[in-house]
């Protein structure tokens, strides 16, 4: 609550205080009737009849202390806020290849990343996102948009089959997300995921230059235990166990490039993260979303609803309902 006039305050005082001073002065001295001796004043009056007399002036006062808070303008105070946000532009670039049906991550990698691609996309306001997904070659399984139920259904489609040519082109896959980010606003993010290192395709460390002159961040993540991860397989009579190599030795997939994943991140930028489970891979995506949150501008706006119309019709009843009783005390006095 706030008061509008608030300045009004002291000559509003001072005129209700001349007003109670001269009805309190007028009573004294001059007396609301005469009478010319106490007998009839005892047949015109009753112990009722004098309170009744007393309630016009009650009421005035009311009134008029009614009326002063209509004139200083009661206000309520409702503060409104406006944000004014600006989302990001994101890629995510995941790794498709054979390499990515590993169970060092439950159930393998690529579904766990793909459930925490969703979660990252659960946790999206007002960025836009896209998704692109490479092997050997790489190509856009959907566009920049700010539909994200669209971009959920996409995650879910992708498999290990989704790219037929076998590789990992990293620089590929960077370079279709730059293309898909160019003519996008300020900020623009690439979330490359990979378990391995790039063998075809452009060179990543060149696609990630591109990047940095394009003003697009990276941020990569290589995903896989350490050591790398055993290779299962089933032979002949469907028992399923560890792959041997031609040496007889156990076989593995292959760890992540980390040094030029590493530096592809940082010549835009951006971070590298190790993700060995699919608790600390939830938790780079967590990180990279804080990273890239932006600023919100908030501006407060305070709207008034004018709340001095009640106290002054009030006022005016209060006036008019002693004005009446005053009349009505006068008529039964003087009958």
């Given at each position: 609550?706030?008061?509008?006039?608030i300045n009004l305050i002291?000559?509003l005082l001072a005129?209700?205080?001349?007003?109670?001073?001269l009805a309190?002065?007028?009573d004294?001295?001059f007396?609301?009737f005469?009478?010319s001796n106490?007998v009839?004043?005892?047949?015109?009056t009753?112990s009722?009849?004098?309170?009744?007399m007393?309630i016009?002036?009650?009421?005035?006062i009311?009134?008029?202390?009614l009326?002063?808070i209509?004139?200083?303008?009661?206000?309520?105070v409702k503060?409104e806020?406006?944000?004014?946000m600006?989302?990001i532009?994101?890629?995510?670039?995941?790794?498709?290849?054979?390499?990515?049906?590993a169970?060092?991550l439950?159930?393998n990698?690529?579904?766990?990343?793909?459930?925490v691609?969703?979660?990252?996309?659960?946790?999206?306001?007002s960025?836009r996102v896209?998704?692109i997904?490479?092997a050997?070659?790489?190509?856009?399984?959907?566009?920049?948009?700010?539909?994200y139920e669209?971009?959920r259904?996409?995650?879910?489609q992708?498999?290990?089959?989704t790219?037929r040519?076998?590789?990992?082109?990293?620089?590929?896959?960077?370079?279709n997300?730059?293309?898909?980010?160019?003519?996008?606003?300020?900020?623009?993010?690439?979330i490359l995921?990979t378990?391995?290192?790039?063998n075809?395709g452009m060179?990543?460390?060149?696609?990630?230059?591109?990047?940095g002159?394009?003003?697009?961040?990276i941020?990569?993540?290589g995903?896989g235990q350490k050591?790398?991860?055993?290779?299962?397989?089933?032979?002949?009579?469907g028992?399923?166990?560890?792959?041997?190599d031609?040496?007889?030795?156990?076989?593995?997939?292959?760890?992540?490039?980390?040094?030029?994943?590493t530096?592809?991140?940082?010549?835009t930028?951006?971070?590298?993260?190790?993700a060995?489970?699919k608790?600390?891979?939830?938790q780079?995506?967590a990180?990279i979303?804080?990273?890239?949150?932006?600023?919100?501008?908030?501006?407060?706006?305070?709207?008034?609803?004018e709340?001095?119309?009640?106290?002054?019709?009030?006022?005016?009843?209060c006036?008019?309902v002693?004005l009446?009783l005053?009349?009505?005390v006068?008529?039964?006095?003087?009958v």
């Open positions: 609550m706030r008061w509008a006039n002291y000559y005129g209700v205080l001349l007003y109670l001073a309190i002065f007028r004294i001295k007396g609301k005469k009478i106490l009839m004043f005892a047949k015109k009753t009722g009849k004098n309170i009744l007393f016009p002036d009650v009421l005035k009311i009134g008029v202390i009326l002063v209509a004139v200083l303008r009661p206000q309520e503060t806020t406006k944000e004014s600006k989302g532009d994101i890629i995510m670039a995941l790794d498709v290849s054979g390499s990515m049906q169970q060092d439950q159930p990698r690529l579904e766990a990343a793909k459930e691609c969703r979660n990252f996309v659960n946790g999206l306001k960025d896209g998704l997904v490479f050997g070659k790489s190509f856009t399984q959907c566009p920049l948009t700010a539909d669209i971009v259904s996409f995650i879910d992708i498999d290990i089959g790219v040519v076998n590789g990992t082109a990293v620089g590929e896959a960077i370079l997300a730059v293309n898909r980010l160019e003519k996008s606003g300020p900020s623009k993010v690439i995921t378990d391995g290192r790039s075809t060179d990543t460390l060149q696609a990630a230059k591109l990047a002159y394009k003003g697009i961040k941020y990569t993540i995903i050591g790398g991860a055993p290779m299962l397989g089933t032979d002949a009579y028992r399923r166990g560890q792959i041997m031609q040496f007889g030795r156990p076989a593995k997939w292959e760890e992540p490039d980390e040094a030029t994943l530096q592809a991140a940082q010549l930028g951006g971070r590298y993260f190790r060995t489970n608790e600390s891979l939830a780079i995506y990180t979303n804080q990273l890239e949150k932006q600023k919100i501008d908030v501006k407060a706006y305070n709207k008034y609803n709340k001095f119309e009640i106290f002054l019709w009030l006022g005016f009843l006036l008019v002693a009446v005053e009349i009505f006068w008529v039964r006095v003087l």
